[in-house]
């Protein structure tokens, strides 16, 4: 299994601002992932974070947009860049370790005004 | 890429009664099935999961049938109790993807 600790848990951002997301896990894993989770909606998957190269995003997902890092197995964040009201929503990052299981953090619910 | 659809979308039961979820998937290289349960405001967790090589899974109440020549799944709970309300995903995948690919949810509430 996999712990997994994000922060924050939540905030409130002015528009045009950014915020990064934190994605900790207790031990080294190779998929890390982004998630988008709109209240009452399913998990909209943003982009693989890939250690040592470029994350890959799914469509309607960029770079320029939500930058992320990967700097080593255990670690991701993921930046929400020049943010906008319908950038409001929830963000869960997760972790494979082994074959198949996902871990979720807590997600961070972010409220742009 | 994999398609995953998931019905219904809201289900209430009487408590002790029994709970069924249906996903189907598009992919038929799809082997890997996993649900996740998801409190409100808390993070997803598996639940149950199932692979392609058996055709069910049963633990304690809750169990997932899988039909791959109709590509579709189920959870089944049954003798349900109240904390059992919560929003449901079911996922596909398979070897060599690196994510999973999930239904749209269903939030069951189990009435006491």
């Known amino acids: 299994s996999a712990v997994i600790s994000q922060k924050p848990s939540r905030d409130i951002c002015q528009r045009g601002t950014s915020l990064t997301i934190q994605c900790q896990v207790d031990s080294q894993v190779t998929m890390m992932f982004w998630y988008r989770q709109q209240p009452g909606q399913s998990l909209t998957l943003i982009a693989t974070?890939?250690?040592?190269?470029?994350?890959?995003?799914e469509s309607g997902f960029v770079i320029d947009k939500f930058p992320i890092s990967r700097p080593n197995l255990t670690f991701s964040t993921l930046t929400v860049s020049n943010m906008s009201p319908e950038d409001s929503s929830i963000y869960l990052c997760?972790?494979?370790?082994?074959?198949?299981?996902?871990?979720f953090g807590q997600g961070t619910r972010l409220t742009v005004v | 890429g994999e398609n995953v659809e998931q019905h219904p979308s809201t289900l209430s039961v009487q408590e002790g009664d029994s709970a069924v979820i249906k996903c189907t998937y598009s992919d038929s290289a799809s082997n890997y099935f996993p649900w996740y349960k998801q409190e409100l405001g808390k993070r997803p967790q598996l639940i149950i999961d199932i692979r392609s090589n058996v055709g069910e899974k049963k633990d304690q109440r809750i169990a997932v049938t899988l039909n791959k020549t109709a590509k579709h799944f189920s959870l089944h709970i049954t003798e349900t109790q109240p904390e059992d309300s919560a929003v449901y995903f079911c996922a596909a995948s398979w070897d060599g993807a690196n994510n999973l690919f999930f239904g749209t949810g269903t939030r069951l509430t189990v009435i006491p």
């Open positions: 997760s972790a494979q370790p082994t074959d198949r299981e996902a871990f």
């Open positions: 974070a890939n250690q040592g190269s470029e994350a890959t995003y």
